[in-house]
């Protein structure tokens, strides 16, 4: 099992639950119609990659998301996780009618940073992710659809969380095509103050 990593526990979690279409703006910039209900989706945990690729068969997207680990049931730490997606793909298959994993759940299609113990509310949380230093995504919970007391609510009607899964509640505006040798620097913060932060380099 992959792992990821709070205060220097290594925590494996059985599945990444995915929340998609959760901004407003997000939903506009890829031309989608705002959902009458919350879009979920899953990650298995061998999505789980270390290596930020530019292409897996074909060019891969990024999208920056604030990310809960669940344990007891509630949100107890907060990371930087991106969630990687085969774009073209995953139009393909919209179109038909058919599923994302695919395009979505595919080996290294999450990239999670470490996760610190949530200890402020999270009304007041956003992210930032930067490209080579410049600001391409930024957003947070009060922009959410569905903010994530309301997503874990949700998700209560239908699934179990276990202990040590995650919970990534969608993207903000900003999104775009990785490219081999771009330096992502995602961010989590509270009022403006960071939390924690991530960083990869594109191959």
Known sequence: MRTIHCQGRAIAPSKI??????????IQ????????????????????????YAARGE???????????????????VGFGLDLTKRGLQSRLKEQG?????????????????????AVPV???????????ELRQQGGVPLMLYPPQTILDSLADFMT???????????????????????????????GVTLVEASWTAQ
């Open 17 to 26: 639950v995915c929340i998609g279409r959760n901004y407003v703006a997000h």
């Open 29 to 52: 910039e890829l031309g989608n119609a705002v959902p009458e209900d919350m879009v979920v989706f899953l990650k298995p945990n061998s999505a789980l990659g270390d290596t930020l």
């Open 59 to 77: 060019p891969l997207h990024y999208e920056g998301e604030i990310a809960f680990l669940v344990e007891g049931g509630k949100l107890a730490a």
């Open 98 to 118: 058919l599923p994302w994993e695919r395009a979505k759940a595919f080996d290294g299609a999450a990239l999670l940073g470490d996760f610190v113990p949530l």
């Open 123 to 133: 009304e007041q949380l956003s992210l930032e992710l930067r490209i080579d230093g």
């Open 161 to 191: 969380l276990e202990d040590g899964d995650i919970v990534m509640t969608g993207t903000p505006a900003g999104v775009g095509e990785v490219l081999a040798g771009q330096r992502f620097q995602g961010r989590i913060l509270d009022k």
